[in-house]
């Protein structure tokens, strides 16, 4: 069985930063971590992934401004978020993909307002 448990979100003022973080536990092999958002009324999106040897891909609404990285040893991944906008508001979920499956996150709200 494969657990993932996300970091807080938070308010946040536009311009500003926050850092989100997912811990996944279990039997994890060949994976692939990411990150997806969904603002309401609209379609869960993805916003970065990783995958197990380093490869990451963004949208690009967050290029530039986002940063997706990996902690192999605690298989965590981590968001880093810098220059938010009101428009990046949104539930975070983290995901993880693995050879036995696909595994989401509880999910974490991100609000930029001022």
């Known amino acids: 069985q494969v657990h993932l448990v996300e970091s807080a979100g938070g308010l946040v003022q536009p311009g500003g930063s926050l850092r989100l973080s997912c811990a996944a536990s279990?039997?994890?092999?060949?994976?692939?971590m990411g990150w997806y958002r969904q603002a309401p009324g609209k379609k869960r999106e993805l916003v970065a992934v990783?995958?197990?040897?380093?490869?990451?891909t963004y949208a690009d609404s967050v290029k530039g401004r986002f940063t997706i990285s990996r902690d192999n040893a605690k298989i965590t991944v981590y968001l880093q978020m810098n220059g938010l906008k009101p428009e990046d508001t949104a539930v975070y979920y983290c995901?993880?993909?693995?050879?036995?499956?696909?595994?989401w996150g509880q999910g974490t709200q991100v609000t930029v307002s001022s």
């Open positions: 995901k993880l993909v693995v050879t036995t499956g696909v595994y």
């Open positions: 279990g039997s994890i092999f060949g994976d692939t």
């Open positions: 990783v995958a197990s040897g380093g490869t990451t």
